[in-house]
């Protein structure tokens, strides 16, 4: 069974300044892997997604990640955080092949301080 | 891009009572829909996977007898919550699988449902 681990429950960051949220997975096989933002009582809106090719992958609102396959992670980066950027992040994982279910990390939420 | 439609964004209702709750993806055909539910600062868990035409297939633990979930059409799955208790009250999200980009899924904006 795939599993996603997001070690950080908050990560706080000053506004203009790069900003990090990270995640590591395991999984049979080759993975997907997703990044997915989430505001207040709203449902998740995509950001990006490694399938194969370039270990980094650009995403929305200038949001990058880089698969790093013998780290087993994912981290989420941005070089310069705003405040809108303030929300709740999940990574996600499902194999290359079998079911297409996504199993999510338990959040983490970004706080961009002005 | 694809959009989903999840409808009603809140229901309150009395326990004991059924919720219905619709998914719908509006511009695309998804032959699979996904439900999950999220508990306040807490991931989200996959409830079951919903398959056009045919049973739904459900995780470990959830009971499909309480949460009836059915998939008439390709562009619509609901799910209803049978005799509502309090501890049924969560957030629920739907997602669907758009097969010109299956590798992606989009979500609806999600129901908060609330059981008195």
Not at chain 1, 14 to 37: I, Q, R
Not at chain 1, 72 to 81: D, E, N, Q, R
Not at chain 2, 63 to 88: G, M, Q, R, Y
């Amino acid at each position: 069974a795939q599993s996603v681990a997001q070690p950080e429950d908050q990560v706080k960051v000053a506004e203009g300044n790069p900003l990090t949220v990270k995640c590591t997975y395991s999984v049979s096989g080759n993975p997907y892997l997703f990044w997915y933002v989430q505001y207040p009582n709203r449902g998740l809106q995509f950001l990006l997604k490694y399938i194969t090719g370039d270990n980094l992958v650009k995403g929305s609102y200038g949001f990058e990640a880089e698969f790093n396959k013998s780290q087993t992670s994912f981290h989420l980066k941005k070089p310069s955080a705003l405040v809108s950027d303030s929300a709740l992040y999940f990574c996600a994982v499902r194999p290359y092949t079998g079911r297409r279910a996504l199993t999510f990390g338990s959040g983490t939420r970004l706080q961009v301080q002005p | 891009g694809a959009v989903v439609s999840q409808h009603p964004s809140r229901v309150i209702c009395k326990s004991g009572t059924s919720v219905k709750i619709e998914c719908r993806s509006l511009d695309f055909q998804a032959t699979t829909m996904f439900w999950y539910r999220q508990f306040p600062k807490q991931s989200l868990m996959l409830m079951a996977t919903s398959n056009e035409g045919s049973k739904a297939t459900y995780e470990q633990g959830v009971e499909k007898d309480k949460f009836l979930i059915n998939h008439a059409s390709l562009t619509l799955s609901t799910l209803t919550v049978t005799s509502a208790h309090p501890e049924d009250s969560s957030f629920y999200i739907c997602s669907a699988s758009w097969t010109a980009e299956n590798e992606k899924l989009f979500f609806g904006s999600g129901t908060q449902l609330s059981v008195l």
